[in-house]
């Protein structure tokens, strides 16, 4: 669902970046309190992951495909604050290095496949988690609810913007349908891989997984015929170190992006499609990064697809676990500063 430069007339564009750089500001402030120095890492991990995973285009409906949009999974995992910052690397990497995405339209891109994804995913997960049983099924079982909501909201999302500011005269209505119809078939797609990687990590660092701290109720004991909760006990994984997941996280994305990649599906996805269809891409302009080495996921210069393709996808992956890491890890030193001042 990555919106191109000329979808969205320019002031409405610069409206949705002021709208995601506000977005990524309340961000960078309430990541300090989701991130410490286990979680740090993974966040990085998160975006690098979100990133191999999107290059994974997969088959909806005939000449149509759709890929991971990655708000809900990101949320789940890391917290609400930190999977909107997740999300716009993800976004600025693939708009700057790869012309993924249009640079004009990034602040469009940000608020739509970022904070709405965000805000409606980890809204209906936090709900349902309330209701269900504190079990971590349930937290596998409401982050495929999540996620799968997550995705339509996003194509209403962006119909409203196309509505306000769309560049071409096509009815808001037939837009809306054509969206929401398809988006909620990726949407599908969305929740099987966001339930079964938190269910994965949920299996070996729980602890590690932000959607579920504080599902596990205390231990009672009845002592003297009243219940008292029991000393917690000291939980072996949640004191190591994060290395072993981190590492399998990196390679998965290595694998994914280098190799899987060169098998997803060639057929536009459900943006391109509609807007094919319904002429909302009349106007879609040249990106400005389409002279980058790496546009279009594959290295200039490399005449095997494969090869190039393989390659593009881990430069991509190596640089998002870079800026992303990095990013992380300066937020979680100001918040240690701030605590030390």
Known sequence: MHVPDGFINAPVSAAAGVVAAGAVAVGLRGARRELDERTAPLAGLVAAFIFAVQMLNFPVAAGTSGHLLGGALAAILVGPWTGVLCIAVVLLMQGILFADGGLTALGVNITVMGVVTVVVAYALFRGLVLVLPRTRRSVTVASFAAALVSVPAAAAAFTLIYAIGGTTDVPVSKVLTAMVGVHVLIGIGEAVITMLTVG???????????GARGLTAPLKLRVDGALVDAAPAAAPAAGGSPKKLWIGGVVTALVLAGFVSFYASASPDGLEKVAADKGIDAKVEDHAAADSPLADYGVKG??????????AGVIGVGATLAAGTGAFWVVRRRKTAAREA
């Open 200 to 210: 994965a990590v949920i299996a070996v660092r729980p602890d590690l997984v932000h």
């Open 302 to 311: 490399i005449e095997a697809p494969r090869l190039s393709g393989g390659l």
